[in-house]
Antibody, heavy 117, light 107 residues
Framework: QVQLQESGPGLVKASETLSLTCSVS????????WSWIRQPPGKALEWIGY???????TYSPSLKSRVTMSVDTSKNQFSLNLASVTAADTAVYYC???????????WGRGTLVTVTS | YVLTQPPSLSVAPGLTAAITCGGD??????VHWYQQRPGQAPLLVVF???DRPSGIPERVSGSNSGNTATLTISRVEAGDEADYYC???????????FGGGTTLTVL
């Protein structure tokens, strides 16, 4: 059973860069698209973007100017960088695997990132 | 592309919950549904409108036609209390879109 685990700082200062890594176990990153999705406290899910194991990326139009994703197949990991963060970027960040017909069939447990002033 | 869900729905145990998701010609898209219990990550419960992943009970079903997709939960139980989100892929903008979510309360 594929499992995903997010890691990274829980606090980030405003104007700095949020960096998270997702470690994949029980399966390979090869052959799949991998997404980052976030959820501000008490609000709905928001897709940030995805990366294919080859490194090809697609980002949400609303965030693409600040987002960079990368993948390391040797470590079975993929990563998210979100630049110039503000309080509006405070959220639980989930890493996830894309499934059939653009569903999301595996999710990490999520990690809360708080942007401080 | 915008997906519209009712913010909340309350249902008594044993009855049927129907959670709607509205979108322009959504019937032409593959719609997916997620259950999110408090403090947990979302879980895929229906994909491509009406298919269930392994382990999801048969009392959970989905339909999709015209401008509305519906997630139906029959014989509602206390354990079904959760937030439910619909999702599609917006091929025009190359973008995954989620609905605003519906909180299901079991009375």
């Amino acid at each position: 059973q594929v499992q995903l685990q997010e890691s990274g700082p829980g606090l980030v200062k405003a104007s700095e860069t949020l960096s998270l890594t997702c470690s994949v176990s029980g399966g390979s990153v090869r052959g799949y698209f991998w997404s980052w999705i976030r959820q501000p406290p008490g609000k709905a899910l928001e897709w940030i973007g995805y990366i294919y194991y080859t490194g090809s990326t697609t980002y949400s139009p609303s965030l693409k100017s600040r987002v960079t994703m990368s993948v390391d197949t040797s470590k079975n990991q993929f990563s998210l960088n979100l630049a110039s963060v503000t309080a509006a970027d405070t959220a639980v960040y989930y890493c996830a695997r894309d499934g059939y017909l653009s569903s999301v069939d595996r999710w990490g447990r999520g990690t809360l990132v708080t942007v401080t002033s | 592309y915008v997906l519209t869900q009712p913010p909340s729905l309350s249902v008594a145990p044993g009855l049927t919950a129907a959670i709607t998701c509205g979108g322009d010609n959504i019937g032409s898209k593959s719609v997916h549904w997620y259950q999110q219990r408090p403090g947990q990550a979302p879980l895929l419960v229906v994909f491509d409108g009406s298919d269930r992943p392994s382990g999801i009970p048969e009392r959970v079903s989905g339909s999709n036609s015209g401008n509305t997709a519906t997630l139906t939960i029959s014989r509602v139980e206390a354990g079904d209390e959760a937030d439910y989100y619909c999702q599609v892929w917006d091929s025009t903008n190359n973008h995954r879109v989620f609905g605003g979510g519906t909180t299901l309360t079991v009375l």
